[in-house]
């Protein structure tokens, strides 16, 4: 799956050539010694496939069609476009990408949206790609940690998948697989040398539950809620609130930081707007608007958050797309976050941070040869070398690489239904 409209992508290739870039010295991965972790919040929830024609809620959400194509654009469910096209969040090489692109803008990790690992709606298959994503944040040195959605119990139980007076047991079984398949992991998000478990929404589970739930571990995990510290809770990570407007959501955020002075801990966080699509789509009415203004919300909300105490600070999101609040690359914004992701960084906790604003138009090159190159056996493992080297941070080496391609891709490729 591709869309092949992407306008950007002579001017990508341009600045990979070694003529156009300034000399440095050999990159290195960037220090890992950092007082503060960005972490990104992200979708796997995304389901593509062009050439079946098959495209999943998020893309549609009962209502758009993305096989129409108008300006070079699929009809999605979003105010706003991804660079690289709608995608499939279990496509390699869009968590190849998506990886890449993170690395180089100084984004220690990921935060996974996830609800599970049960076998209804779309929890499984979300499971099955919040895995595929460790694998490639993983392999990129970067943290992660999941944000468990706890109002699926109830739906679970609403669809007699679990018992009522079995929901207890259901988060032992929950919080007893992490334990098995991350918890242990050196790449999972620790707080205080506990995994950090974080719980969406106003809370299913009372703290009572959830220390009950937690008995079934060798030691609990620290636990972080939306907004507000609901015990046992060391402390809340921060969410927008829409619903008032930009001046209520910046009136929320401060409100968040004065109770989160009161708290053991707390993740701060960072958002460049919100900007939903749900009124178009006909789901309901929308949860409100914050403006973007010109990229400065990002900014601003990122430098409170990075002046803070927090050890962790939450970007929100990397790719919600129907909600708008995205920093992934896209047609609108291009990669400005991203930028302003590695100059923010710089400035307050790594003033020795390597990527500069060109190294981010490698992953999309990348990208671009992956699909292109996709039935190619030969191509395809020249561009696992490429791959490797971006991983390892050797981006003086890939970049003559790709380099190499530019002339065999055309500057403006046509997109097919």
């Not at 999605?76 to 690395?103: C, F, R």
């Not at 506990?194 to 571990?217: C, E, H, R």
């Not at 989160?260 to 966080?269: D, L, Q, R, S, Y």
């Amino acid at each position: 799956m591709r869309d092949r409209n992407s306008w950007l992508i002579g001017a990508l290739l341009c600045l990979m050539a070694l003529s156009g870039l300034p000399a440095r010295a050999q990159e290195t991965p960037r220090s890992a010694s950092s007082s503060r972790l960005l972490m990104a919040h992200y979708m796997p929830w995304y389901e593509a496939d062009a050439a079946a024609h098959r495209w999943g809620w998020h893309w549609t959400m009962n209502h758009f069609q993305p096989d129409q194509v108008t300006d070079g654009k699929r009809a999605i469910a979003s105010h706003y476009y991804p660079l690289i096209g709608p995608y499939d969040s279990n496509d390699p090489d869009v968590l190849e990408y998506h990886t890449l692109l993170m690395k180089f803008a100084g984004i220690d990790g990921v935060i996974i949206d996830w609800y599970g690992p049960d076998d209804y709606l779309d929890y499984k298959i979300n499971d099955r790609n919040t895995r595929s994503l460790i694998t490639f944040a993983q392999k990129a040195g970067m943290k992660y940690t999941v944000m468990y959605e706890d109002q699926t119990v109830p739906k679970l139980r609403d669809a007699h998948l679990i018992p009522n007076d079995d929901v207890i047991a259901h988060g032992q079984r929950l919080v007893q697989g992490m334990q098995k398949d991350w918890f242990t992991d050196p790449a999972f998000l620790t707080t205080a040398g506990n995994p950090t478990f974080m719980v969406f929404g106003s809370g299913f589970y009372t703290g009572d539950q959830w220390k009950t739930i937690f008995s079934a571990l060798p030691k609990p995990p620290t636990l972080f809620t939306e907004s507000y510290q609901r015990l046992p809770a060391v402390g809340g990570f921060y969410w927008p609130q829409p619903g008032g407007g930009t001046d209520g959501a910046l009136s929320d955020l401060d409100k968040f930081y004065t109770q989160a002075k009161t708290w053991p801990e707390f993740i701060a966080g960072a958002f460049p707007r919100f900007d939903d699509i749900y009124v178009a789509a006909g789901i309901h009415p929308s949860w409100g608007h914050v403006d973007d203004r010109n990229g400065t919300m990002y900014t601003q909300t990122l430098e409170r958050a990075l002046q803070s105490k927090a050890r962790v600070i939450q970007l929100i999101t990397w790719n919600d797309w129907g909600e708008g609040t995205v920093i992934e690359p896209s047609v609108e914004y291009g990669y400005r976050d991203l930028e302003a992701t590695q100059r923010l960084r710089r400035k307050y906790t790594d003033p020795h941070f390597r990527y500069i604003p060109q190294d981010l138009r490698l992953p999309i090159a990348l990208y671009n040869l992956r699909k292109r190159y996709k039935d190619n056996a030969q191509e395809s493992v020249k561009l696992d070398r490429i791959s490797r080297l971006l991983f390892a941070g050797r981006l003086t080496e890939a970049r003559p690489l790709l380099a190499g391609y530019r002339k065999l891709l055309p500057d403006k490729p046509k997109d097919k239904p």
